[in-house]
């Protein structure tokens, strides 16, 4: 799979057959105020088609003037945004993928994702409240509003629930993914099962920059860490989705076709003790609100 990928217009196929780009944009703590819009519009300069949001990021609207704004053609850029936590269930979860659609300005997401899991700690109701939106994903998704349909910082038990009632699978799963923190057992899980792991937080949120075994493998193939970062996630069949709001960091951070990380290099860095962790687990998702409650 790796050596077809040579630019960020290659893609990657998901289960029903969706093409989707290979590298990401990530638009998480990117402002409002034209901040996004602009980004959104350098990242599309910069050669990548794939632009990902969360209606909780606040700036979904931003990111659709900046798709507008860029001239490319809407057929050619994939988005993805994410349901919030506040909208499980049914009715809310239909409600929230007009909401979104209104505010990207689209006719359809190619992506939509279960930002977190409801947990026990929310509900003893937590399989039920997740197969409640998972359905509203469904009838959307068969409604030609969304492309495909997947989730995000979902562990296996989550995945599994989920199949009991599902009778569509998810097609992603997002997870917190870099150097430093890999949750390698549940990548390769979700992967044997036909699942795309996307990584956000591919550079550790810039926590792992400064870090010197990086450095050192990093200055061996003559790029930087955060080259070394996405390269790592790519040569592990994993979607990352750099951030930056400096151009010039967005087009270095797609510089990542032209090198291999050795077998060695990459067992090194997949062992690298806990670097840059969130500290965000599913059972610590939020849980600020209770579908029909």
């Given at each position: 799979?790796?050596?077809?990928?040579?630019n960020l217009c290659d893609t990657l196929t998901l289960a029903n057959g969706v093409k989707i780009p290979c590298i990401?944009?990530?638009?998480?703590?990117?402002?409002?105020?034209?901040?996004?819009?602009?980004?959104?519009?350098?990242?599309?300069?910069?050669?990548?088609?794939?632009?990902?949001?969360?209606?909780?990021y606040g700036n979904e609207a931003e990111v659709g003037e900046g798709l507008r704004d860029s001239g490319a053609a809407r057929e050619?850029?994939?988005?993805?945004?994410?349901?919030w936590v506040t909208e499980r269930g049914y009715e809310k979860t239909l409600a929230a993928i007009?909401?979104?659609?209104?505010?990207?300005?689209?006719?359809?997401?190619?992506?939509?994702?279960?930002?977190?899991?409801?947990?026990?700690?929310?509900?003893?109701r937590w399989q039920e409240v997740n197969a409640e939106t998972w359905r509203g994903f469904e009838t959307a998704y068969r409604a030609g509003k969304l492309r495909a349909v997947g989730v995000s910082n979902y562990q296996q038990k989550h995945i599994e629930a989920l199949w009991q009632t599902a009778e569509i699978?998810?097609?992603?799963?997002?997870?917190?993914?870099?150097?430093?923190?890999?949750?390698?057992?549940?990548?390769?899980?979700?992967?044997?099962?036909?699942?795309?792991?996307?990584?956000?937080?591919?550079?550790?949120?810039?926590?792992?920059?400064?870090?010197?075994?990086l450095a050192a493998i990093a200055a061996k193939y003559h790029k930087s860490v955060a080259q070394l970062c996405v390269r790592f996630a790519l040569q592990l069949g994993v979607l990352p989705l750099p951030k930056s709001t400096a151009p010039e960091r967005m087009a270095a951070n797609?510089?990542?076709?032209?090198?291999?990380?050795?077998?060695?290099?990459?067992?090194?860095?997949?062992?690298?003790?806990?670097?840059?962790?969130?500290?965000?687990?599913?059972?610590?998702?939020?849980?600020?609100?209770?579908?029909?409650?």
């Amino acid at each position: 799979m790796m050596n077809d990928l040579t630019n960020l217009c290659d893609t990657l196929t998901l289960a029903n057959g969706v093409k989707i780009p290979c590298i990401g944009y990530g638009t998480w703590q990117t402002p409002n105020g034209g901040v996004t819009r602009r980004c959104v519009k350098d990242a599309l300069a910069a050669g990548y088609r794939h632009i990902d949001t969360a209606f909780v990021y606040g700036n979904e609207a931003e990111v659709g003037e900046g798709l507008r704004d860029s001239g490319a053609a809407r057929e050619d850029v994939f988005i993805t945004t994410k349901h919030w936590v506040t909208e499980r269930g049914y009715e809310k979860t239909l409600a929230a993928i007009d909401t979104s659609l209104q505010l990207l300005g689209l006719d359809y997401i190619d992506l939509y994702l279960v930002h977190w899991p409801c947990v026990a700690k929310v509900t003893d109701r937590w399989q039920e409240v997740n197969a409640e939106t998972w359905r509203g994903f469904e009838t959307a998704y068969r409604a030609g509003k969304l492309r495909a349909v997947g989730v995000s910082n979902y562990q296996q038990k989550h995945i599994e629930a989920l199949w009991q009632t599902a009778e569509i699978k998810p097609m992603v799963n997002q997870l917190e993914f870099h150097p430093g923190y890999t949750q390698l057992d549940n990548v390769t899980w979700m992967q044997s099962n036909g699942i795309l792991v996307e990584a956000w937080s591919p550079l550790g949120s810039g926590a792992v920059l400064q870090n010197g075994t990086l450095a050192a493998i990093a200055a061996k193939y003559h790029k930087s860490v955060a080259q070394l970062c996405v390269r790592f996630a790519l040569q592990l069949g994993v979607l990352p989705l750099p951030k930056s709001t400096a151009p010039e960091r967005m087009a270095a951070n797609a510089d990542v076709f032209g090198f291999e990380i050795s077998p060695e290099d990459m067992a090194a860095i997949a062992d690298l003790p806990r670097t840059g962790f969130s500290g965000f687990l599913p059972e610590d998702a939020p849980a600020d609100a209770l579908a029909g409650d």
